[in-house]
C-alpha cells in the first residue's frame, strides 16, 4: 500500500526523544543502530476524525516487537500513546497517519547492540494518500512475488522491525511488474501476505486468511475485519492457502492500516471470481468504514 508515497510538509513537528522539533532539526545520528542495521522497530497508526484507531493494539505490537529484540523503550506504553497523541495535535492532523519509530540508538559500528545505550523514540504524523477511489471500486491486480517471506526462526514476520528489505525485495517485484502488491508465500509455498498487507479470500461464502503460523505479521485490520466478519455471520477460518486456493478464490482483499480494505481482482494475471469485487468484500468494506467514520479508539 502506498503508506511511503508521499512527502511530509515542510512544516510538520516531529517527536524525537521527547520534544517536539521542527522536521529539519529532527535528525538521528549516523551511528545509530537503526540506520546501520535496521535494528529497531515501528509502527503505522491511523487517526481518524481526531482519534487513533486501536492506538492499544498497536502500542502493545510496538512492545512486543520491541521485546523480541531485546530492545527496551526507554518509555510507557502510556507515554508513548501522550506522545502519539500530542503529535497528532502539535500538527493540526485529523485524519492522517503516524509513524511511531524506536531506534536502538547509538552505538559502535560493530553489530552487537551491547555497544548501545540510549534507544530513540521518533514520532512522525503526516497526512495520508490511500489507494484512488477507482482502485476500491474496481480491486487491485497483485502478483505472486519469487522472493519468499522470511522464515519465522529466521526474522520473525511478526515482529514489525525496522528492517523490510524481505517486503522491499518483493515490492520492487511488483514495481518491475507494474502493478501495486505483490503476495509472498514462506518457504514451504503457502500464502502469507501482501508486503505491506494481510490477505484474505473468500470461497463459497467462507472468509479465509493464513493462520499466524504461516509467518505473517499479525495484522491489527486483519484483527478488525475478524472481529467484524464473526459480527456478521460471516464464517471464517484462519486456513493455510496454497497459490491455488489463491486462483479458484470468488474474492480477494488485503487488509492494513493505510490501505484499510482494498479488493483484490487479479492475481499473476489471473481473473479472481468475477473479476470485480465481490459481495463479501463489499460487506467487509462497508462494516469497516462505519467503524472508522465513528468512534474509533
Ligand atoms: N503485513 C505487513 C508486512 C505489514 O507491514 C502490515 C502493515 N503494518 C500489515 C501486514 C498490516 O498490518 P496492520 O493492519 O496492523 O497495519
Redesign the pocket.
Same mark, same amino acid.
Given at each position: 500500500m502506498s503508506d511511503d508515497s508521499h512527502l511530509p510538509s515542510s512544516a510538520l513537528k516531529v517527536f524525537v526523544d521527547g520534544a517536539l522539533v521542527p522536521m529539519a532539526e529532527a535528525k538521528v545520528s549516523v551511528f545509530d543502530h537503526g540506520l546501520l542495521y535496521g535494528d529497531g522497530v515501528f509502527e503505522?497508526i491511523r487517526a481518524y476524525n481526531g482519534q487513533m484507531f486501536e492506538l492499544d493494539a498497536h502500542v502493545k505490537r510496538l512492545f512486543d516487537s520491541a521485546q523480541a529484540l531485546r530492545l527496551t523503550i526507554p518509555m510507557s506504553p502510556d507515554q508513548i500513546k501522550d506522545a502519539i497523541r500530542s503529535t497528532l495535535a502539535e500538527n493540526g492532523i485529523v485524519d492522517g497517519y503516524i509513524r511511531a519509530l524506536v531506534t536502538r540508538g547509538v552505538g559502535t559500528l560493530g553489530v552487537s547492540p551491547a555497544s548501545t545505550a540510549n534507544p530513540s523514540v521518533i514520532i512522525i504524523a503526516d497526512q495520508i494518500e490511500p489507494y484512488s477511489p477507482e482502485m476500491y471500486r474496481t480491486g487491485i491486480t497483485c502478483i505472486i512475488a519469487s522472493v519468499v517471506r522470511n522464515h519465522p526462526n529466521a526474522l520473525s514476520?511478526r515482529i514489525?522491525s525496522l528492517n523490510y528489505l524481505n517486503?522491499i525485495l518483493a515490492k520492487i517485484e511488483c514495481i518491475d511488474a507494474g502493478v501495486p502488491e505483490a503476495i509472498m508465500l514462506n518457504p514451504q509455498g503457502l500464502v502469507t501476505?501482501a %508486503?505491506?498487507?494481510?490477505l484474505f479470500i473468500v470461497r463459497d461464502g467462507r472468509l479465509q486468511t493464513p493462520p499466524v503460523s504461516a509467518g505473517?505479521?499479525e495484522?491489527?485490520?486483519?484483527d478488525v475485519i475478524m472481529r467484524l466478519a464473526r459480527e456478521q455471520s460471516i464464517p471464517l477460518e484462519e486456513t493455510n492457502l496454497t497459490r491455488f486456493d489463491l486462483y479458484i478464490a470468488d474474492e480477494c482483499l488485503l487488509?492494513? %492500516?493505510?490501505a484499510e480494505v482494498i479488493p483484490v481482482t487479479r492475481i499473476d494475471g489471473r481473473r479472481i471470481g468475477s473479476g470485480k469485487p465481490g459481495p463479501i468484500t463489499g460487506k467487509l468494506m462497508d462494516a469497516f468504514h462505519a467503524i472508522t467514520r465513528g468512534r474509533t479508539e
Open positions: 503505522g514476520p514489525k517486503n501476505e %508486503t505491506v498487507d494481510n505473517i505479521l495484522g491489527i485490520t486483519r487488509t492494513g %492500516t493505510a
